[in-house]
């Protein structure tokens, strides 16, 4: 293949169209079919895109004559299991899908199975590895600023769940849970800053504040806005996740502790620009990593600005174009994949165990490498 994709998207709400706007940045990226079933999306895709052929069913997509190389999953939750698997039996392409790659447990081996036999690159979509103030963090990680890593936090204070299409992320028989929609891939950015595989994971969750006065077809909303996981990690290290979905007045909306023997090294992510108040504020935040060491005491700030024209593409902080860049030098230089469905699938469980415990209040015991819980 030489350097130019062509891609097919399924699914282009809110999320597709940031992967739309992404692929518009680089070279050699051409999105010519999209599947999207509502309107008012394929209204707002074609501005962006005015040449792709758009299509109501992925059957459809698949049987037009389009010399596709390349797919992207951007639907809701609920239907990436099932589309993974049409598209593992009726094509050979290299597919970006969205996390999380599945919404429950009994698609973990399914899933995992038919990757395994498919023989073009597959990606899931974990932006959070790829911002660059993560990026920088993980880096002087791994150079050891803080000597070897034995604890790590990770909070998210943030707004509720916006609207989706059909208000399809209301309900956990949709999304897997909160913690499997919201915080798969910070799951999987601990099993990626630790190197280390998850033995026990413990949850404690409410639902406290957001979407207690909606109702579709007269039931209210199951989702949670709040929780509290820790993590436990098979060498000893232990990491927490924070996450509160109605604090979104916060300065920065991500913040990533890391302690080791020798330091404390810290990020602090802003959330979506769109949402910052310039007008009353001022400019958004920067994005920031802060080295704390032990000795000689005294904090080390650095800024990590992120490029304005990837700002503008999507809610992510640049990420979705470097995760984007990096599977395109896979199809076209055979690049390693950097997220695999190894490591989607173990992240899903991660937060489907978090959801059980929270169910139960009991800790849940990570099984089978990291597939099951018990």
């Known amino acids: 293949m030489g350097n130019s994709v062509r891609y097919g998207i399924l699914g282009c ?29 394929q209204s707002r895709c074609r501005e962006l ?7 109501d069913t992925l059957d459809d997509m698949l049987n037009a004559d389009l010399g596709l190389e390349a797919l ?44 395994a036999k498919h ?22 990680l791994l150079e050891g600023d803080i000597g070897a890593l034995k604890m790590l936090n990770i909070r998210e ?25 919201k915080c798969c891939h910070f799951f999987d950015l601990m099993r990626l800053l630790m190197q280390g595989e998850v033995k026990r994971v413990y949850a404690s969750t409410g639902q406290d504040c957001n979407h207690l006065e909606e109702r579709y077809d007269g039931e209210m909303p199951d989702i949670i806005d709040n929780a509290f996981v820790v993590v436990d990690f098979e060498d000893g290290q232990r990491a927490c996740l924070d996450l509160n979905m109605f604090a979104e ?10 302690i080791g023997p020798k330091a404390k090294l810290e990020c602090f992510v802003p959330g979506p620009g769109r949402f ?70 173990k992240a899903v469980v991660i937060g489907l165990a978090a959801q059980h415990s929270a169910q139960t209040g009991q800790a849940v015991t990570i099984t089978d490498s990291g597939y099951a819980f018990a």
């Open 13 to 41: 709400g809110m999320m597709g169209q940031e992967h739309l706007r992404n692929l518009a940045l680089i070279e050699g990226a051409q999105v010519v079919a999209i599947t999207e079933p509502n309107q008012a999306m």
């Open 49 to 55: 895109v005015p040449d792709a052929q758009f299509f």
């Open 72 to 115: 992207v999953i951007a639907t809701p939750n609920y239907q990436h299991a099932e589309q993974l698997i049409e598209l593992f039996e009726r094509t050979t392409l290299p597919i970006l899908v969205e996390k999380p790659v599945v919404s429950d447990i009994a698609q973990v081996a399914k899933i995992r199975d038919a990757a």
């Open 119 to 140: 023989p073009a690159p597959v990606w899931v979509a974990m932006e959070y590895r790829y911002m660059p103030p993560v990026a920088q963090f993980r880096k002087q």
């Open 157 to 181: 204070h943030r707004f509720p769940f916006l609207e989706k299409v059909n208000d399809w992320n209301r309900f956990n028989r949709q999304t897997g849970g909160t913690l499997v929609e």
């Open 249 to 258: 007045g916060s300065r920065y909306q991500e913040e990533i502790c890391a």
């Open 276 to 345: 910052w108040p310039t007008e009353t504020l001022g400019a958004a935040p920067i994005p920031k990593v802060v080295l704390s060491p032990r000795d000689p005491k005294g904090p080390i700030e650095s800024d990590i600005p992120v490029d304005p024209a990837l700002l503008d593409a999507g809610d992510h902080n640049g990420s979705t174009f470097y995760q984007h860049l990096g599977f395109f030098k896979a199809i076209t230089e055979n690049a390693p994949v950097d997220v695999t469905v190894e490591d989607g699938l």
